[in-house]
């Protein structure tokens, strides 16, 4: 089970960070990734992060604002997201699965576990 939270109203150019705990399995063997959903928009990977948390990867469009880590001893995934913009508003979705290896995976398909979802909704 996965459950985000710190989700909220910033203003742009504020920052957010958001928290994604697991329960039920460790997070040192799974891949984890954070996704968007915005109003009337189809769910987006904006980054991803391997089992160890050694490998990341990253929209275009967040490169440089946002930070995806891991602390699997607390098993828990953050996004730190700077320099928020209007068009970073959407419901955000944490998710992960297993994986022998330590790659990430950028692709919806590839997650068999997600959260409810966050809303962070940025203010122009």
């Known amino acids: 089970q996965l459950v985000e939270s710190g989700g909220g109203l910033v203003q742009a150019g504020g920052s957010l960070r958001l928290s994604c705990l697991a329960s039920?399995?460790?997070?040192?063997?799974?891949?984890m990734g954070w996704f968007r959903q915005a109003l009337g928009k189809e769910r987006e990977f904006i980054a991803g992060i391997s089992g160890s948390g050694h490998n990341t990867r990253y929209a275009d469009s967040v490169k440089g604002r946002f930070t995806i880590s891991k602390e699997n001893l607390q098993n828990t995934m953050y996004l730190q997201m700077n320099s928020l913009q209007s068009e970073d508003t959407a419901v955000y979705y944490c998710?992960?699965?297993?994986?022998?290896?330590?790659?990430?995976?950028?692709?919806?398909?590839?997650?068999?576990?997600w959260g409810q979802g966050t809303q962070v909704t940025v203010s122009s």
């Open positions: 998710a992960s699965d297993y994986a022998p290896d330590d790659e990430v995976r950028p692709r919806l398909v590839s997650y068999r576990n």
């Open positions: 039920g399995s460790a997070i040192g063997t799974h891949y």
